[in-house]
């Protein structure tokens, strides 16, 4: 089973940028796809962005796209996250999760293996 750890959260003013880092190890990492959620203090988890394990597909939430970009370095067993033009209500905790092997990517929280211990982000105002 894949193992993933979160880092590059932190503490942002609106309309500033952070780029999130998923590190993986364990398993062949080309093969699984990688997404990130989010939750934020009283709120279920929420799809944020994942990338497909042929890395040919990216998928994003409405309120993301032309924000964020998820991109994979597989030589590097990385996924990143760039966030951009950042607001408020982009503070939450963030995860990256796998699922297994040449899987399909999913918007549910149901069906990803493995997660991380989560990085936070706030974004002040």
């Known amino acids: 089973q894949v193992q993933l750890a979160e880092s590059g959260g932190g503490l942002v003013q609106a309309g500033g940028s952070l780029r999130l880092s998923c590190a993986t190890s364990?398993?062949?990492?080309?093969?699984?796809?990688i997404a990130w959620f989010r939750q934020a203090p009283g709120k279920e988890r929420e799809f944020v962005a994942a990338?497909?394990?042929?890395?040919?597909?990216?998928y994003y939430t409405d309120s993301v796209k032309g924000r964020f970009t998820i991109s994979r370095d597989n030589a590097r067993n990385t996924v990143y996250l760039q966030m951009n033009s950042l607001k408020p209500e982009d503070t939450a905790v963030y995860y990256c999760?796998?699922?297994?092997?040449?899987?399909?990517?999913?918007?549910?929280?149901?069906?990803?293996?493995?997660w991380g211990q989560g990085t936070q982000v706030t974004v002040s105002s």
């Open positions: 999760a796998a699922r297994g092997p040449h899987s399909i990517v999913v918007r549910s929280t149901f069906g990803w293996d493995s």
């Open positions: 364990g398993g062949t990492f080309s093969n699984y796809p």
């Open positions: 990338i497909s394990w042929s890395d040919i597909s990216t």
